[in-house]
């Protein structure tokens, strides 16, 4: 048995890792990946989990998370003389305390993973060529697998989202 070391691989620019890093910006991404709000229904949203924490706070997370497009202006709406702007995002956080997973390394899961890794190097990955911005070594085969993976696991978890709320 080969047991699982911690490493796990994460696709994220630095801006959206620092965007990501507080509790309360995590929460946020959580809440609007199931609901289009505004500040002030993030703020009831928030409340309801026992965070407290003031308009302007929760106005400078939004602005954190925006400037990382970790979350968009989905529409504007006017409201009493004033445009209020309703927040979405595409990006689902999954936080997760350290979970150790066996695996076997010969097992026939693995094979056939490592099969479909191949398949995406030889049509994707080989593709492009460049360097990584920090540490200036070729991470593309990895970056462009971690990519491909991310957007098959999201549209699978989106149909499980949509099918379980049906």
Known sequence: MIESIGMSIVTLSVEECKALSD??????VNILYHKTLTVEEIANELRALNYRKSITTIR?????LKAARVIEVAYTKEKRGTLEKYYSTK?????FNDVSIEIDGSSELEKKISKIIDIINRKYANKYESKCNYCNTNH??????SVIINKILARIFEKEHVNSNS
Do not use: C, N, Q, S
């Open 23 to 28: 509790p309360i910006r995590a929460t946020i």
């Open 60 to 64: 400078h997370h939004i602005d954190i």
């Open 91 to 95: 990006v689902r956080f999954l936080g």
């Open 140 to 145: 593309t085969k990895e970056y462009v697998i």
